[in-house]
């Protein structure tokens, strides 16, 4: 879509944040609401009733997201900015979600790296970040494995072998013809980055950090069960600060990458998903081109490292309305759509 | 007691919030302290020396709790109203804590029905939760199972058996007479949430969540122990959004069971105890009628969820005492009191 | 060095917080910066850029640490005070530490205890704080042990035996002439305790607790590797509060044995490293006679507990700060400096 002529007929001082009714969305929606934005929650039949609870969010849409760019006319012209998450993407698809018609917030060209594992691990390696190994072959397979079947939502579908063997005998239960990567497992301690790239401040912020909570291999499961990776929530977590300068440099790095690879390159909301060993070497395994589900961890409280750039704690749905009224005091909002 | 005639006779200028000193004392007297009310901390002997060390409480009784009854006039004298806790039902016990003759924050009638395993699982089916499968018969378990005895604290005396051999085998060791629920052993993670029911509102608030932290299955045992399930902390938590509006459902439907079993119904904070398996499902195997210890996770600092109902974040023990200003602003004090 | 000579020519409105840049300086220098403190950064060479990116660090110096006493004359000129920590002592050796010209808040004293972990744990002993059994000759045990290789850091080179037998085996594997300690080890969950030794207001205060995040025991190994134990993070935890009045007994026991054994005694942060067993005792392995790393949870936030001594949630840093900017306006600056 064509943003500038968009804008042109948008009312600045009337902007809505609208998203998806999941995710991240209570924060997203409080956090505009808190910096005088107005508020839009398009939830899915059924889930209405829940977001009707809050008095932050202006107008909840109930609608099958099968037709949400039939929504779209209507949004544009209430003078709305789409912001994406997770939950959208899996909704909508990445592909409709390239052509949604509402200007988006972020750099939503990101979305068709991050659909494909193989194009992603380039964006990271690209950005000198170090990132497990591959293999193609499973049989040349010398260490534990990490198997991720394509399309695997949430941690589900992903599967562990310790060596070549196991790797053969359980790829063979699979079905014929499912996508896969097979990937080093690395041993250490996962932790995952929460990054805003600033159009406003012309920088990278390190904002958060958190540990994902999986059921079932986060529970005690006294080998009951096989382990499962299905996340179902947050922890906050903050690191050891000798390791903050690399974390920094991965971050900026991603960044920059973004910038060459994908224009007009990251703006807002990423994070990098990595494994610390006890040599502290970071590997990271994976990359969100958006708002991540951790940030939750800090709503309304602020992240520790919020603190950093700003004079009091905030969470990244504050973060992201502050860049949103901040771009437009600066008349620079087209800066940070697309 | 009759409520309403000893409410007759309180200077509700002075109201007095008092709770034994122990469990979650020290957010809801603080809370209390912040909003205007005066506060006593009822000390078991010898521990009353730690709460004085805290201008917050303005007044600390060191007495032994068998005689809490001795001091029930001097405080409804003194305007109090008892906020009672997990720690205050199992020091003075369910019955006394029935007939204790203040003026009692929440529905204190709830305890009976938490007191009795089955009466308690009997409560949470009526309000259409999902919770682990009974045995009554040990023979007849088909899966892992967790036994509970009747009276065990804080997860000591839990014991887990992964069928009906080693199930036998380990009941073979407990003491004859000794009462117990045999319970489905539910694989996935633990989640512990923190409702608050307002009267002043009209409405049930998701206020927060923890994780328990307990010794010594959350440490590093490397199989030199059995594993105990011994509380000794929380750690904060949040959920991934999507399972939210579940989570506020079954808070909602709690609330609507304990109004028709239990009247008045459910006033104040209360807690769904839950595992939450790899197929997002969840089963609760536990509630609690009162505010648990978990809150004490966001103490002074307030939780994620609880800025979803206000302007700012707010720990379980300023909502409790928001909730007691408000109601004596409308008039309304006796609602939130049995 | 003379303080009391030095600080006479010290412009008391004009103050410097000087801390080495790792650890937990970001929160040491942000607390500083927010109570009207100017804020100076060493930096080891290579890691300058990161600091520079904060606004709050008034100067950032990049210098090899083996020259910091070349640098002290400028910065005692400049009206500093040096805040110690883990990575300073680290860095510069504990006998550098002790001669370091320049005023050090806190007790200097105690970090010639801390490098003797037999001193150390005399240190605790006398404090009346319970502590694992030692064992100096190896086929005496009797039970499983952890063995710490003197000069570990950060939990590299501990390992565990289960009994006498595999300790035996494991410590021929060791360098002959390597100095270790045998201990128990304490079956239960770890908790680690935040003091703040005021001299202001005359009393230990209970400030926080962390959890430490350790790689690779706290990941998902499935035992692909032998557990280790290198501190990469830390995350938030709250204690059952009816352990509290043991957590403060042992703060303040510890605070009087410093000031016995170790004159001046305890000033500021401090930290007591336990495992709590499942029978609610508490075992202390460590102490840390500074700031922890276990504090940066809180950075900008505030713990949970610093609100039972002051208004407002606060964190480490900014109680340094509070600290030192009421012992000024007291004219007892003198009284928390070595």
Do not use: C
Not at 128 to 134: H, L, N, R
Not at 271 to 285: A, G, K, P, Q
Request: glycine share 10%.
């Amino acid at each position: 879509m064509n943003i500038e002529a968009t804008l042109k007929n948008y009312d600045l001082s009337k902007l809505k944040v609208v998203t998806i009714a999941s995710h991240s969305s209570l924060q997203i929606l409080r956090g505009a609401k808190r910096l005088g934005l107005g508020t839009v929650a398009v939830a899915k039949p059924g889930s209405g009733w829940f977001y009707r609870r809050f008095t932050f969010i202006d107008k909840v849409i109930e609608v099958d997201l099968g037709s949400m760019e039939q929504l779209a006319g209507d949004l544009v012209k209430d003078n709305s900015i789409l912001i994406p998450h997770g939950s959208y993407v899996e909704y909508v698809g990445w592909r409709r979600a390239l052509n949604m018609p509402i200007p988006t917030f972020g750099n939503r060209y990101i979305i068709e790296w991050e659909a494909d594992q193989r194009k992603k691990m380039k964006l990271l390696e690209y950005a000198g970040i170090p990132i497990p190994k591959s293999f193609n072959d499973p049989t040349q397979v010398d260490r534990p494995v990490i198997v991720k079947l394509s399309g695997a939502k949430g941690g589900r579908g992903y599967f562990i072998a310790k060596d070549a063997n196991e790797l053969v005998s359980k790829l063979s239960s699979i079905n014929v013809g499912d996508d896969y990567i097979i990937q080093e497992y690395v041993i250490g301690v996962p932790a995952y980055y929460h990054y805003f790239g600033s159009k406003v401040y012309g920088r990278v912020e390190l904002f958060g950090m958190d540990l994902r909570y999986e059921s079932n291999v986060d529970g005690r499961s006294f080998n009951l069960a096989e382990p499962t990776f299905v996340v179902v929530g947050n922890i906050p977590v903050v690191l050891r600060e000798s390791l903050l300068p690399i974390v920094q440099k991965y971050g900026e790095g991603f960044s920059r990458a973004v910038a060459e690879l994908v224009p007009p390159g990251m703006i807002g909301p990423y994070s990098l998903e990595s494994i610390i060993r006890d040599d502290l070497s970071i590997i990271v395994f994976e990359f969100s081109g958006r708002i991540v589900a951790g940030t939750n961890v800090y709503m309304g409280i602020g992240s520790p490292y919020s603190v950093l750039y700003f004079d009091k704690p905030m969470d990244m749905g504050e973060r992201i309305a502050h860049e949103i009224v901040n771009s437009v005091k600066r008349g620079k909002l087209i800066d940070i759509l697309t």
